[in-house]
């Protein structure tokens, strides 16, 4: 009689652990989402993502929250998967959210996308005259005021540079020169800031200096 009852609890046991271990549909594994959670993109720049799992899944839509920020430029439904290029607008962040459906199943696959401000070039932004020996070259942000190298050039004259004082936010220098302004196109030269010179103008008139 207690072989009986081992045997029975042994088949208990066993029904029990072949229970439990079923394994999940496929349809349940398959559910598509996307591979990330998260991307980041420049203004002005792409950025592919990929949304998995869409084998028997057609992709109804795909789109941005908020397309000021990002916007969808394409999507494209592979044998397996799903491409989408996303293009940064402007900086912020969005959702891009797919809609996809398989008969009478809809999933929903959401995309966080951050869009961060492109870096803005170094350059000179203006040269403007100040006095009858002082000209002032202002950047667009501000610079390595050591390593700047500032050389002023009219025409095919080298007209002498007393001093150079910057301003503090770095985004300025004032040029002092050794004589006065005379009429004409001063060119201002900046190098040591970027792998080209920086270049700007002026033109001084007489009633000016």
Known sequence: MKKNFVKKLALGLALVMAVTSVPVSSEAAAKPAFKTASVEVKEGETVK???KKTKG???KKVASKNEEVAKVVKFAQKAKKTNVKVEGV??????????LKKGDSKVKAK???TVVAKEEALAIASVEVKGVKKLVVNFNKAVDTKAAVIAVSKGTTTPVVDNTVWAEDAKSVTINMAT?????TYTVNVTGLTDAALTGVVEVEDEKV
Do not use: N, R
Request: overall charge positive.
């Open 49 to 51: 993502a990929v949304i």
């Open 57 to 59: 899944w057609k992709v």
């Open 90 to 99: 402007k900086a912020g962040e969005t959702k891009v959210v797919a809609t």
């Open 111 to 113: 995309l966080a996308v």
């Open 180 to 184: 006065k302004l005379s009429k004409g």
